[in-house]
T-cell receptor, first 117, second 110 residues
Framework: NAGVTQTPKFQVLKTGQSMTLQCAQD?????MSWYRQDPGMGLRLIHY???????DQGEVPNGYNVSRSTTEDFPLRLLSAAPSQTSVYFC????????????????FGNGTRLTVT | GQQVMQIPQYQHVQEGEDFTTYCNSS?????IQWYKQRPGGHPVFLIQ?????EVKKQKRLTFQFGEAKKNSSLHITATQTTDVGTYFC??????????FGSGTQLTVLP
């Protein structure tokens, strides 16, 4: 199993450009999510999905779009890149909550380091 | 909204010394998870605590969940250079999603 695969690993954009960060998982996980990681701020949830065709906003959704047409793929789109979106982006997946109070652990991809100039 | 505070932000220890990171939530949690991120890597799940007052051990790592289920700690005994990285707690409360703490970056000096 490859687990969670993210592409690209690195990307440099100019302000105003758009791009899509790819995320694919081969573990048949229902739940997929995107986080951004900035120094001193931990991991902040951008968008998430609990299954194909279902997406919802996280803590910091502005400037990002997602879709979930298949169980395996969960791309993140930057509509018009801004310097404030310079960050490391992680995709994570898991089985949906198994039993009350007990979660399935998140499996993270290797990340995409994005710089917007 | 739910907030999870983690301290300290940075910790430098001499190899062989102990290390502790603390996590506090603004709301009661149904569970708390701990992740480790090596430098340049991605977060990797370590453990999940669910019960009030729960204590779990993994070799030199001891994890505790507070009686009120609002705080947690990770203690490493006799640190080694392989312990270097950032340790995150993540709590699930009334919100549908996990909230991550800001992390504690551990440096171990040989």
């Amino acid at each position: 199993n490859a687990g969670v695969t993210q592409t690209p690993k690195f990307q440099v954009l100019k302000t105003g450009q758009s791009m899509t960060l790819q995320c694919a998982q081969d573990m048949n996980h229902e739940y997929m999510s995107w986080y951004r990681q900035d120094p001193g701020m931990g991991l902040r949830l951008i968008h998430y999905s609990v299954g194909a065709g279902i997406t919802d906003q996280g803590e910091v959704p502005n400037g990002y779009n997602v879709s979930r047409s298949t169980t395996e793929d969960f791309p993140l789109r930057l509509l018009s890149a801004a310097p404030s979106q310079t960050s490391v982006y992680f995709c994570a997946s898991s089985y949906f909550r198994l039993i009350q109070g007990v979660d399935s652990p998140l499996h993270f991809g290797n990340g995409t380091r994005l710089t917007v100039t | 909204g739910q907030q999870v505070m983690q301290i300290p932000q940075y910790q430098h220890v001499q190899e062989g010394e102990d290390f502790t990171t603390y996590c506090n939530s603004s709301t009661t949690l149904s569970n708390i998870q701990w992740y480790k991120q090596r430098p340049g890597g991605h977060p990797v799940f370590l453990i999940q605590l669910v019960k009030s007052g729960e204590v779990k051990k993994q070799k030199r790592l001891t994890f505790q969940f507070g009686e009120a289920k609002k705080n947690s700690s990770l203690h490493i005994t006799a640190t080694q250079t392989t312990d270097v990285g950032t340790y995150f707690c993540a709590g699930r409360g009334s919100a549908r999603q996990l909230t991550f703490g800001s992390g504690t970056q551990l440096t171990v000096l040989p």
